[in-house]
């Protein structure tokens, strides 16, 4: 069963960049059936992707955070990395890391799969000065 | 983007059903069988109901069913019971982006 625990200041200055990581256990985070994502939720809100990522290190961003996100993968950490730089009041919320899966193998062997799978409890991010 | 639309709320009592919808364009929801759902407690991190429109991960009650006609997918709940009441997600994933519905708050009467 795979874990995800994401780990960051929970305070982060206006026009800084907030940093979080993601180690992973349970699992690779080099297998090929898995993505690993990014997901924001603000107090009281819904929910919002920010991108995600393969082991490759291939990206993908949610288009309107796209000129301010990087997302990173550690293999020899088996951990992923967000940043999201110049940051404002409206980037204040709960951020969680999740993997995406993409098929897996049971008894009744290969299936499709396409979402987000495992969660991380999430951590409060606020922005203020 | 625009995020998927659901309903902000929805309510049923106990034993009854009810179907929450999710409404997207031909270039999300209904140009892929990639819609899921989540459930998510006050406090919680959202937890996969529903994926690939209509299976459910291990451990999920087949009280929980989902559907898709053309560009708008449907969770339904049937036989309600106390502990379903929360929020609920859905998501598209369309090719290299993943969109989220705004949330649909159920409760149980």
């Known amino acids: 069963q795979l874990q995800l625990q994401e780990s960051g200041p929970g305070l982060v200055e206006p026009s800084e960049t907030l940093s979080l990581t993601c180690p992973v256990s349970?699992?690779?985070?080099?297998?090929?059936?898995?993505?690993w994502g990014w997901i924001r939720q603000p107090p009281g809100k819904g929910l919002e992707w920010i991108g995600s990522?393969?082991?490759?290190?291939?990206?993908y961003y949610n288009p309107s955070l796209k000129s301010r996100v990087t997302i990173s993968v550690d293999t020899s950490k088996n951990q992923i990395s967000l940043k999201l730089s110049s940051v404002t009041a409206a980037d204040a919320a709960v951020y969680y890391c999740?993997?995406?899966?993409?098929?897996?193998?049971?008894?009744?062997?290969?299936?499709?799969?396409?979402?987000?799978?495992?969660w991380g409890q999430g951590t409060l991010v606020a922005v203020s000065s | 983007q625009s995020a998927l639309t659901q309903p902000p709320s929805a309510s049923g009592s106990p034993g009854q059903s009810v179907t929450i919808s999710c409404t997207g364009t031909?270039?999300?929801?209904?140009?892929?069988?990639?819609v899921s759902w989540y459930q998510q407690h006050p406090g919680k991190a959202p937890k996969p109901m529903i994926y690939?429109?209509?299976k459910r991960p291990s451990g999920v009650p087949d009280r929980f069913s989902g559907s898709k006609s053309g560009n708008m997918a449907s969770l339904t709940v049937s036989g309600l019971q106390a502990e379903d009441e929360a929020d609920y997600y859905c998501?598209?994933?369309?090719?290299?982006?993943?969109?989220f519905g705004g949330g649909t708050k159920l409760t149980v009467l």
């Open positions: 690939e429109v209509s």
């Open positions: 990522i393969y082991y490759s290190g291939s990206t």
């Open positions: 998501s598209s994933y369309a090719g290299s982006n993943v969109l």
């Open positions: 349970g699992g690779s985070i080099s297998s090929s059936s898995y993505y």
């Open positions: 999740a993997s995406f899966a993409t098929y897996f193998y049971d008894s009744g062997g290969y299936s499709s799969s396409h979402y987000f799978d495992h």
């Open positions: 031909s270039s999300d929801v209904g140009g892929y069988n990639y």
